[in-house]
DNA sequence: GCAAACTGATTTGCACACAAACAAGTTTGC
DNA sequence: GCAAACTTGTTTGTGTGCAAATCAGTTTGC
Protein backbone atom coordinates (compact mmCIF):
# COMPACT_ATOMS: atom_id res chain seq x y z
CA UNK A 1 0.00 0.00 0.00
CA UNK A 2 2.97 1.74 0.62
CA UNK A 3 0.80 5.20 2.05
CA UNK A 4 3.72 6.97 3.17
CA UNK A 5 5.92 6.60 -0.37
CA UNK A 6 5.81 10.08 -2.14
CA UNK A 7 6.77 8.09 -5.19
CA UNK A 8 3.27 6.41 -4.72
CA UNK A 9 0.92 9.91 -4.88
CA UNK A 10 -0.90 10.12 -8.43
CA UNK A 11 1.07 12.72 -10.74
CA UNK A 12 -0.74 16.21 -11.11
CA UNK A 13 0.72 18.36 -13.42
CA UNK A 14 -0.46 21.43 -12.51
CA UNK A 15 -0.11 23.44 -16.59
CA UNK A 16 -3.02 20.61 -17.28
CA UNK A 17 -5.75 21.20 -14.64
CA UNK A 18 -8.57 22.86 -15.72
CA UNK A 19 -8.76 25.45 -12.86
CA UNK A 20 -5.46 26.54 -13.23
CA UNK A 21 -5.94 26.83 -17.44
CA UNK A 22 -8.98 28.63 -16.96
CA UNK A 23 -7.49 31.02 -14.47
CA UNK A 24 -4.30 31.90 -16.94
CA UNK A 25 -6.78 32.59 -19.53
CA UNK A 26 -9.02 35.00 -17.94
CA UNK A 27 -5.53 36.97 -17.21
CA UNK A 28 -4.96 37.33 -20.97
CA UNK A 29 -8.38 38.33 -21.39
CA UNK A 30 -8.64 40.99 -18.53
CA UNK A 31 -5.66 41.99 -19.89
CA UNK A 32 -6.43 42.66 -23.81
CA UNK A 33 -10.14 44.21 -21.73
CA UNK A 34 -8.05 46.73 -19.80
CA UNK A 35 -5.92 47.85 -22.57
CA UNK A 36 -8.75 48.22 -25.29
CA UNK A 37 -11.31 50.01 -22.46
CA UNK A 38 -9.59 51.58 -19.25
CA UNK A 39 -12.68 53.70 -18.23
CA UNK A 40 -14.53 50.53 -16.70
CA UNK A 41 -13.41 46.94 -16.00
CA UNK A 42 -15.44 43.70 -17.27
CA UNK A 43 -17.77 43.67 -14.12
CA UNK A 44 -18.67 46.68 -14.68
CA UNK A 45 -19.34 46.65 -18.31
CA UNK A 46 -21.14 43.59 -17.22
CA UNK A 47 -23.43 45.50 -15.48
CA UNK A 48 -23.86 48.42 -17.77
CA UNK A 49 -24.55 46.00 -20.87
CA UNK A 50 -27.15 44.15 -18.58
CA UNK A 51 -28.60 47.35 -17.48
CA UNK A 52 -29.12 48.39 -21.28
CA UNK A 53 -30.44 45.32 -21.82
CA UNK A 54 -32.63 44.59 -19.00
CA UNK A 55 -33.62 48.50 -17.64
CA UNK A 56 -33.61 49.48 -14.47
CA UNK A 57 -32.79 46.63 -11.84
CA UNK A 58 -33.03 46.70 -8.03
CA UNK A 59 -29.06 45.65 -6.35
CA UNK A 60 -29.43 42.49 -5.44
CA UNK A 61 -31.46 41.01 -9.11
CA UNK A 62 -28.62 42.63 -11.20
CA UNK A 63 -26.36 40.58 -9.14
CA UNK A 64 -28.36 37.93 -10.22
CA UNK A 65 -28.01 38.79 -13.52
CA UNK A 66 -24.89 39.58 -13.51
CA UNK A 67 -23.33 35.98 -11.59
CA UNK A 68 -21.99 38.50 -8.47
CA UNK A 69 -23.16 37.90 -4.82
CA UNK A 70 -24.57 40.77 -2.90
CA UNK A 71 -21.14 41.98 -1.27
CA UNK A 72 -19.94 42.14 -4.80
CA UNK A 73 -22.35 43.72 -6.60
CA UNK A 74 -22.55 46.41 -4.20
CA UNK A 75 -19.54 47.09 -4.40
CA UNK A 76 -19.31 47.24 -8.12
CA UNK A 77 -22.71 49.12 -8.21
CA UNK A 78 -20.85 51.85 -5.74
CA UNK A 79 -17.66 52.20 -8.17
CA UNK A 80 -19.86 52.84 -11.47
CA UNK A 81 -22.28 55.92 -9.02
CA UNK A 82 -19.16 57.11 -7.96
CA UNK A 83 -18.29 57.40 -11.74
CA UNK A 84 -21.08 58.45 -12.86
CA UNK A 85 -22.59 55.75 -14.66
CA UNK A 86 -25.14 54.84 -12.97
CA UNK A 87 -27.36 55.96 -10.47
CA UNK A 88 -29.70 54.68 -7.49
CA UNK A 89 -32.68 55.63 -6.39
CA UNK A 90 -35.26 53.65 -3.67
CA UNK A 91 -38.06 51.34 -4.69
CA UNK A 92 -41.24 52.82 -3.24
CA UNK A 93 -43.44 50.01 -4.05
CA UNK A 94 -40.59 47.85 -1.81
CA UNK A 95 -38.61 49.69 0.69
CA UNK A 96 -36.11 47.10 0.67
CA UNK A 97 -35.24 47.71 -2.73
CA UNK A 98 -32.33 49.92 -4.35
CA UNK A 99 -33.25 50.29 -8.00
CA UNK A 100 -30.12 50.92 -10.19
CA UNK A 101 -30.06 52.43 -13.44
CA UNK A 102 -28.18 53.54 -16.62
CA UNK A 103 -27.38 57.53 -16.58
CA UNK A 104 -27.14 59.21 -19.72
CA UNK A 105 -23.30 59.21 -18.93
CA UNK A 106 -23.48 55.26 -18.82
CA UNK A 107 -25.17 55.42 -21.69
CA UNK A 108 -23.21 57.43 -23.65
CA UNK A 109 -20.25 55.00 -22.76
CA UNK A 110 -21.87 51.82 -23.67
CA UNK A 111 -22.77 52.97 -27.27
CA UNK A 112 -19.07 54.78 -27.82
CA UNK A 113 -17.28 51.52 -26.18
CA UNK A 114 -19.72 48.27 -27.34
CA UNK A 115 -18.08 47.91 -29.97
CA UNK A 116 -14.56 47.73 -28.81
CA UNK A 117 -15.91 45.26 -26.06
CA UNK A 118 -17.09 42.58 -29.21
CA UNK A 119 -13.32 43.42 -30.70
CA UNK A 120 -11.98 42.34 -27.17
CA UNK A 121 -13.74 39.08 -27.45
CA UNK A 122 -12.47 38.53 -30.59
CA UNK A 123 -9.37 39.35 -29.50
CA UNK A 124 -9.53 36.91 -26.78
CA UNK A 125 -10.21 34.34 -28.85
CA UNK A 126 -8.21 35.18 -31.95
CA UNK A 127 -5.93 32.51 -31.90
CA UNK A 128 -9.16 30.16 -32.72
CA UNK A 129 -10.61 29.36 -35.94
CA UNK A 130 -14.11 30.67 -35.96
CA UNK A 131 -15.36 26.59 -35.86
CA UNK A 132 -13.26 26.32 -33.08
CA UNK A 133 -14.62 29.62 -31.41
CA UNK A 134 -18.00 27.89 -31.28
CA UNK A 135 -16.76 24.57 -30.35
CA UNK A 136 -14.89 25.93 -27.61
CA UNK A 137 -17.89 28.67 -26.26
CA UNK A 138 -20.46 25.50 -26.83
CA UNK A 139 -18.61 23.32 -23.96
CA UNK A 140 -17.65 26.09 -22.06
CA UNK A 141 -21.38 26.59 -21.48
CA UNK A 142 -21.99 23.08 -20.55
CA UNK A 143 -19.33 23.48 -17.94
CA UNK A 144 -21.70 26.91 -16.08
CA UNK B 1 -25.43 57.69 -39.99
CA UNK B 2 -27.01 57.74 -37.43
CA UNK B 3 -24.14 57.53 -34.69
CA UNK B 4 -27.17 59.29 -31.69
CA UNK B 5 -29.88 55.69 -32.22
CA UNK B 6 -29.41 53.61 -29.65
CA UNK B 7 -30.93 51.23 -32.76
CA UNK B 8 -27.88 51.49 -34.62
CA UNK B 9 -25.32 49.97 -31.54
CA UNK B 10 -24.33 46.66 -31.89
CA UNK B 11 -26.07 43.48 -30.32
CA UNK B 12 -23.68 42.60 -27.05
CA UNK B 13 -24.98 39.58 -26.13
CA UNK B 14 -22.97 39.40 -22.41
CA UNK B 15 -24.09 35.57 -21.99
CA UNK B 16 -22.21 34.63 -25.17
CA UNK B 17 -19.34 36.71 -24.49
CA UNK B 18 -15.78 34.80 -23.63
CA UNK B 19 -15.02 36.80 -20.86
CA UNK B 20 -18.51 36.27 -18.62
CA UNK B 21 -18.39 32.93 -19.69
CA UNK B 22 -14.88 32.28 -17.95
CA UNK B 23 -15.96 33.93 -15.06
CA UNK B 24 -18.67 31.72 -14.93
CA UNK B 25 -17.31 28.69 -15.37
CA UNK B 26 -13.90 29.68 -13.13
CA UNK B 27 -17.01 30.69 -9.89
CA UNK B 28 -18.32 27.07 -10.07
CA UNK B 29 -14.84 25.47 -10.18
CA UNK B 30 -13.47 27.56 -7.32
CA UNK B 31 -16.90 26.45 -5.78
CA UNK B 32 -16.35 22.70 -6.24
CA UNK B 33 -12.75 23.08 -5.13
CA UNK B 34 -13.30 24.81 -1.74
CA UNK B 35 -15.84 22.11 -1.12
CA UNK B 36 -14.03 19.62 -1.64
CA UNK B 37 -10.43 21.18 -0.03
CA UNK B 38 -11.07 23.63 2.48
CA UNK B 39 -7.65 23.58 4.28
CA UNK B 40 -6.38 25.79 1.29
CA UNK B 41 -7.78 27.95 -2.22
CA UNK B 42 -6.79 26.88 -5.45
CA UNK B 43 -4.05 29.13 -5.87
CA UNK B 44 -2.57 27.79 -2.48
CA UNK B 45 -2.28 24.53 -3.90
CA UNK B 46 -0.94 25.49 -7.04
CA UNK B 47 2.07 27.06 -5.20
CA UNK B 48 2.15 23.31 -3.48
CA UNK B 49 1.92 21.71 -6.36
CA UNK B 50 5.01 23.88 -7.75
CA UNK B 51 7.24 23.07 -5.11
CA UNK B 52 6.56 19.55 -4.63
CA UNK B 53 7.30 19.66 -8.26
CA UNK B 54 10.70 21.57 -8.42
CA UNK B 55 11.81 21.95 -5.50
CA UNK B 56 12.19 25.23 -3.14
CA UNK B 57 12.73 28.12 -5.45
CA UNK B 58 12.77 32.01 -5.14
CA UNK B 59 9.33 33.93 -3.83
CA UNK B 60 9.48 35.68 -7.59
CA UNK B 61 10.25 32.61 -9.74
CA UNK B 62 7.76 30.94 -7.81
CA UNK B 63 4.83 33.40 -8.77
CA UNK B 64 6.00 32.93 -12.24
CA UNK B 65 5.65 28.97 -12.38
CA UNK B 66 2.14 29.68 -10.99
CA UNK B 67 0.87 32.88 -13.13
CA UNK B 68 1.18 35.12 -10.02
CA UNK B 69 3.23 38.64 -10.19
CA UNK B 70 5.15 39.47 -7.10
CA UNK B 71 2.35 41.24 -5.02
CA UNK B 72 0.08 38.34 -5.41
CA UNK B 73 3.02 35.32 -4.83
CA UNK B 74 4.09 37.95 -1.49
CA UNK B 75 0.46 37.57 0.05
CA UNK B 76 0.28 33.96 -0.95
CA UNK B 77 3.28 32.57 0.39
CA UNK B 78 2.55 34.44 3.38
CA UNK B 79 -0.44 32.79 3.91
CA UNK B 80 0.92 29.37 3.81
CA UNK B 81 3.83 30.48 6.19
CA UNK B 82 0.80 31.29 8.79
CA UNK B 83 -0.64 28.47 7.74
CA UNK B 84 2.57 26.21 8.05
CA UNK B 85 2.72 24.74 5.10
CA UNK B 86 6.01 26.52 3.25
CA UNK B 87 9.12 27.96 5.14
CA UNK B 88 10.83 30.34 3.42
CA UNK B 89 14.92 31.44 4.23
CA UNK B 90 17.27 33.65 2.82
CA UNK B 91 19.46 33.01 0.30
CA UNK B 92 23.32 33.35 0.58
CA UNK B 93 23.63 33.51 -3.10
CA UNK B 94 21.53 36.22 -3.66
CA UNK B 95 20.76 38.21 -0.77
CA UNK B 96 17.41 39.89 -2.45
CA UNK B 97 16.29 36.33 -2.85
CA UNK B 98 13.58 34.57 -0.74
CA UNK B 99 13.78 31.06 -0.95
CA UNK B 100 10.34 28.75 -0.61
CA UNK B 101 9.98 25.51 0.31
CA UNK B 102 7.52 23.35 1.12
CA UNK B 103 7.71 22.06 4.77
CA UNK B 104 6.82 18.67 6.10
CA UNK B 105 2.80 19.76 6.64
CA UNK B 106 3.11 20.87 3.27
CA UNK B 107 4.32 17.59 2.30
CA UNK B 108 2.04 15.70 4.30
CA UNK B 109 -1.05 18.03 3.27
CA UNK B 110 0.08 17.84 -0.40
CA UNK B 111 0.18 14.16 -0.14
CA UNK B 112 -3.40 13.78 1.29
CA UNK B 113 -5.52 16.08 -1.21
CA UNK B 114 -3.77 15.65 -4.31
CA UNK B 115 -6.42 12.81 -4.96
CA UNK B 116 -8.74 15.18 -4.09
CA UNK B 117 -7.55 17.76 -6.15
CA UNK B 118 -7.29 15.68 -9.31
CA UNK B 119 -11.74 14.53 -8.49
CA UNK B 120 -12.41 18.50 -8.41
CA UNK B 121 -10.80 19.03 -11.73
CA UNK B 122 -12.81 15.60 -12.95
CA UNK B 123 -15.73 17.15 -11.32
CA UNK B 124 -15.95 20.47 -13.05
CA UNK B 125 -15.42 18.69 -16.66
CA UNK B 126 -17.91 16.20 -15.67
CA UNK B 127 -20.64 17.28 -17.75
CA UNK B 128 -18.22 16.90 -20.72
CA UNK B 129 -17.35 13.03 -22.54
CA UNK B 130 -13.67 12.43 -22.46
CA UNK B 131 -12.87 13.48 -25.86
CA UNK B 132 -14.69 16.94 -25.16
CA UNK B 133 -12.65 17.31 -22.56
CA UNK B 134 -9.40 17.01 -23.94
CA UNK B 135 -10.94 19.13 -26.82
CA UNK B 136 -11.35 21.69 -24.55
CA UNK B 137 -8.54 21.77 -22.69
CA UNK B 138 -6.43 21.90 -25.97
CA UNK B 139 -8.34 24.63 -27.36
CA UNK B 140 -8.28 26.98 -24.07
CA UNK B 141 -4.23 26.37 -23.83
CA UNK B 142 -4.27 28.05 -27.14
CA UNK B 143 -5.80 30.92 -25.94
CA UNK B 144 -3.08 31.32 -22.63
C1' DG C 1 35.98 49.94 -11.33
C1' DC C 2 31.99 51.92 -11.30
C1' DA C 3 27.67 53.94 -13.09
C1' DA C 4 23.65 52.29 -15.40
C1' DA C 5 20.51 48.80 -15.98
C1' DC C 6 18.31 45.16 -14.13
C1' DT C 7 16.18 41.96 -10.66
C1' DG C 8 13.88 40.62 -6.20
C1' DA C 9 11.02 41.88 -2.64
C1' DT C 10 7.86 44.98 -0.36
C1' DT C 11 4.18 48.38 0.17
C1' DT C 12 0.11 50.94 -1.12
C1' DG C 13 -4.06 51.53 -3.54
C1' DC C 14 -7.78 49.81 -6.05
C1' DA C 15 -11.11 46.15 -7.68
C1' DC C 16 -13.33 41.87 -7.52
C1' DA C 17 -15.20 37.62 -4.90
C1' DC C 18 -17.40 35.01 -1.33
C1' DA C 19 -18.82 33.72 3.61
C1' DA C 20 -21.10 35.07 7.57
C1' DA C 21 -23.77 37.92 10.36
C1' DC C 22 -27.07 41.42 10.76
C1' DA C 23 -31.09 44.85 10.28
C1' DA C 24 -35.09 46.15 7.98
C1' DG C 25 -38.86 45.13 5.20
C1' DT C 26 -42.17 41.73 2.89
C1' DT C 27 -44.65 37.43 2.26
C1' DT C 28 -46.65 33.19 3.92
C1' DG C 29 -49.18 29.93 6.64
C1' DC C 30 -52.15 28.94 9.87
C1' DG D 1 -53.84 38.92 12.20
C1' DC D 2 -49.64 37.80 13.27
C1' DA D 3 -45.45 34.96 13.93
C1' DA D 4 -42.26 32.50 11.07
C1' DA D 5 -39.86 32.42 6.96
C1' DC D 6 -37.90 34.78 3.46
C1' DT D 7 -35.72 38.71 0.81
C1' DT D 8 -32.88 42.86 0.26
C1' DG D 9 -29.17 45.39 1.37
C1' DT D 10 -25.08 46.33 4.35
C1' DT D 11 -20.87 45.39 6.83
C1' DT D 12 -16.77 42.84 8.09
C1' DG D 13 -13.15 39.69 7.22
C1' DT D 14 -10.30 37.01 4.20
C1' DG D 15 -8.14 36.05 -0.25
C1' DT D 16 -6.84 36.85 -4.85
C1' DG D 17 -5.06 40.09 -8.67
C1' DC D 18 -2.64 43.97 -10.84
C1' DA D 19 -0.29 48.76 -11.25
C1' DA D 20 3.00 51.73 -9.55
C1' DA D 21 6.46 53.26 -6.51
C1' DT D 22 10.38 52.20 -3.69
C1' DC D 23 14.47 50.05 -1.71
C1' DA D 24 18.13 46.74 -1.68
C1' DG D 25 21.13 43.96 -4.09
C1' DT D 26 23.31 42.13 -8.51
C1' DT D 27 24.96 42.27 -13.23
C1' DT D 28 26.59 44.69 -17.32
C1' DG D 29 29.08 47.78 -20.28
C1' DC D 30 32.38 50.74 -21.07
Redesign the interface.
Known sequence: MEKTD?AS??D?L?D???????????????AI?SEAIPQVT??QF?VL??LR?LGPLSQNLLGRE??MDAATIKGVVDRLTRQGYVTTAPDPEDRRRLTVALSAEG?AL??QV??K??A??AS??D??SAS?RA???A??????
Chains 1, 2 share one sequence.
Not at 16 to 30: E, K, N, S
Not at 139 to 144: A, F, M, N
Request: net charge positive; proline share 6%.
Open positions: PLPYLDQIGYILRRVTQRHLFTTAARQTAEYAVGALVSTLPLETLTLLLRLV
